[in-house]
């Protein structure tokens, strides 16, 4: 297989990685739109950010091939975000309780 092979491949993997963030992200809007709120529902989403975020930041920013510490904290970030997102969910009061300014 010479280099313009290779590339090809290369590029049709991408595309099916752009097919895939797209059809998760129409699946998020359709979900955001017409499903009822609830824990189930705050999970699935969590779950999409973690999927998506894991294709961005392994095939787009490819950053498996960065320094491990850059790598290991953007792919932190969005578990952190995703759990605090259910945390939020899970516990509003509290968490509105220890954010409001008295």
Sequence with gaps: MNVTDKARVAGRHLDRMWVILVGLTVVNALIA??????????LVIAAMIVVKARLI?????ELKDASPYIYYLITAYFYVFSLLAVLVWLFPETLASWTTLR
């Design 57 to 61: 930041i392994d095939h787009f920013m």
């Design 33 to 42: 739109e017409r499903a009822e709120p609830g824990l189930v529902i705050t």
